[in-house]
Nanobody, 115 residues
Framework: QVQLEESGGGLVQAGGSLRLSCAASGITFSMCTMNWHRQGTGKQRELVAQITKEGFTNYPNSMKGRFTISRDNAQNTVYLQTSSLEPEDTAVYYC?????????WGNGTLVTVSS
């Protein structure tokens, strides 16, 4: 059974930072592209960051500079380091695995940024 378990969310003041983690099981983690998405209230889900199985990273232009994705294949874990958070970053952050044409999602972790 595939499980993606996010952690690290919480309440933070504007300008602060959080480190989100996603622990994966049931997949060959090292062979998967891992992504972080987010969805704010009343908004569409959007990509925040991507890291390929080779370790290449991709960020939408709107996310560059404040989010850093990394992975630890030995721990089957992907991370999202956030910084200079703004109230507009308030959202549920989801971990996503893309493995040989199949996609898996975690249940998300809530990040709330207060002004």
């Amino acid at each position: 059974q595939v499980q993606l378990e996010e952690s690290g969310g919480g309440l933070v003041q504007a300008g602060g930072s959080l480190r989100l983690s996603c622990a994966a099981s049931g997949i060959t983690f090292s062979m998967c592209t891992m992504n972080w998405h987010r969805q704010g209230t009343g908004k569409q889900r959007e990509l925040v960051a991507q890291i390929t199985k080779e370790g290449f990273t991709n960020y939408p232009n709107s996310m560059k500079g404040r989010f850093t994705i990394s992975r630890d294949n030995a721990q089957n874990t992907v991370y999202l380091q956030t910084s200079s958070l703004e109230p507009e970053d308030t959202a549920v952050y989801y971990c996503n695995a893309y493995c040989s044409g199949l996609q898996y999602w975690g249940n998300g972790t809530l990040v709330t940024v207060s002004s």
